[in-house]
């Protein structure tokens, strides 16, 4: 499951804003500032919403260690 540093990582990488985000994922802006900052939690199922919606602007999800075994989170550009 991906968390609020790889989406604010995945908007900085695609020179995007939050409500430009929230757009293209169909989801309040407000929802995904507050999972950002650590404020609140979002339902499993707009995360799904939000990661799909990244992934198909060309972001890769990079899970905890899969890199490296003292690499964390992360994300990278998909190659063209």
Known sequence: MINGDQIRMARAALKI???DLAEMAGVNPGTISRFETGKGGMQANTLD???KALQGAGIVF???G???SDGG???RMKGK
Do not use: A, T
Request: charged share 25%.
């Open 17 to 19: 804003g939050v409500r």
């Open 49 to 51: 919403i939000v990661q």
């Open 62 to 64: 990079i899970e905890d």
């Open 66 to 68: 899969e890199v490296s």
């Open 73 to 75: 989170p992360g994300i």
